[in-house]
């Protein structure tokens, strides 16, 4: 290896060790020892795959410890860093989202902690921002940032529990001493005693007549949506306490060995959770026929995954490519061809897409013949299912990961 590659991979080694530290420091600070209570993201992840939730209660990771980034082979050294500026790209940008709000002068506690115990199960909710209003008309809303490479079109389920459990608990506990900001001295007290002691503002005793809202924002390098409101639904928090139960009892099974983690319900179907899943290797929902990876078949499906990870790069390439060249288009008010070498370029805007709105034709139906379930009904009659078709799904394996020796 030349001199300048050996000194290259020395710093992408320490760039990898320092953000390994980093999360790991802002875990043991913010969220403690993950292991001794329930968190949101618990249940909501058990909502979409229960041994996905187990296998992380039990520590089973295969993130590694920022101390052993030295022995790690160098592919095993990019798939981490890449790993991790993925999951910590969220982290920088809840920091600029607090700057942001702080700016504003609003009333903002960020990582606010919950912390209940249900049926001996000791639960926590760590809310990443708490917005506060006082005066007449009390209000409170709850941000929940979610970092996402491209906006969502709409909240997966593990997002929306994680919501209800939050919106619920803080209505639920308001008035019990179940609230505490991390790294400060406010430690087990109501949420108005919070309120008061941080911002001296009074709030009711009672939750009733507070406006009480929790929102989701799904923040890309360029895009914000926000998804909600979602309001305090005391059955909906029940859910999620059972749930938060169900977790910690077959956490404590699996550990025991009486049950397998084999032996748990595991999402079905194509799953985004399965590529990031750090138990994926031997998940029984792959059960899979293993051919060599040098036999032919081997290296045809091999390549097929690389061209497929290029592709996906070229597309992201093009997007971007197209966007800054319409940008500079009508930035110069060009109207007409452009040509340059063997090409010529020209932006035309051309009509949109014609979609049918689903819910818009339910109305209209449903005012015309004004009869809601028939008006459902002759919708459903409308419906065409397409043919069956073959889909070829690749998925990543994670590994365990290789010593550098
Ligand atoms: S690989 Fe998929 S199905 Fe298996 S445990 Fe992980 S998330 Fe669940």
């Known amino acids: 290896m030349r001199h300048s590659d050996i000194k290259a991979q020395g710093l992408i ?33 058990s909502m979409e795959c229960m041994r996905a939730a187990v296998a992380s209660k039990l520590g089973l990771s295969a993130v590694p410890a920022a101390t052993a980034v030295g022995g790690l082979a160098p592919d095993d050294l990019v798939r981490v860093l890449g790993q991790q500026l993925i999951l910590q790209r969220g982290h920088w ?42 005066g007449q008309r009390p209000a409170v809303r709850i941000l929940e940032l979610k970092s996402n490479g491209r906006i969502l079109e709409s909240l997966y389920a593990s997002y929306e529990a994680q919501l209800y459990g939050q919106v619920g608990l803080l209505k639920s506990c308001w008035a019990e001493p179940s609230f505490s900001v991390p790294q400060t001295e406010l430690q087990q007290v109501t949420f108005p005693q ?16 507070v406006d009480i809202e929790a929102w989701v924002l799904s923040i890309s390098m360029d895009k914000v949506k926000p998804f909600g409101p979602y309001l305090p639904d005391m059955g909906m928090l029940e859910t999620c306490l059972q749930t938060a139960v169900a977790i910690w009892r077959t956490t404590e099974d699996v550990r025991s060995a009486s049950l397998g983690l084999n032996d748990l319900d595991y999402c079905q179907g194509f799953h985004p959770l399965c590529d990031w899943c750090d138990v994926n290797t ?6 899979a026929v293993s051919i060599p990876s040098d036999s032919a078949c081997g290296l045809e499906l091999e390549e097929l995954a690389m061209l497929k990870e290029r ?17 500079t288009y009508s930035l110069i008010g060009a109207q007409d061809w452009i040509s ?20 818009l034709v ?14 459902q009904s002759a919708l459903d009659e409308c419906v065409k299912t397409g043919k069956p078709y073959d889909r070829l799904y690749i998925g990543k394996i994670n590994k365990p990961l290789k010593s550098a020796a």
């Open 93 to 134: 940008q809840e920091h600029g989202i607090e700057k942001a709000l702080d700016a504003t002068g609003v009333k903002l506690v960020p990582q606010l902690e919950i912390s209940v115990e249900h049926n001996g199960v000791p639960i926590k909710a760590h809310l990443d921002f708490t917005l506060v209003w006082g």
């Open 13 to 45: 080694r320490l760039l990898t060790q320092g953000l390994l530290a980093l999360g790991e420091q802002k875990t043991a600070n913010e969220l403690g020892d993950r292991s001794r209570y329930i968190g949101m993201s618990d249940i909501g992840k």
């Open 340 to 359: 340059t070498g063997n090409h010529r370029f020209r932006v035309v805007t051309v009509a949109g897409r014609k979609t049918l709105d689903r819910s």
């Open 282 to 287: 031997d998940c029984p929902k792959f059960q």
């Open 362 to 375: 339910l109305d209209t139906l449903s005012s015309l013949i004004g009869n809601e379930i028939k008006a």
């Open 194 to 209: 919070a309120i008061q002691r941080l911002f001296n503002v009074a709030l009711p005793e009672s939750p009733d007549n």
């Open 311 to 327: 592709k996906t790069a070229l597309e992201e390439r093009i997007a971007e490519s197209e966007k800054r060249i319409r940008q």
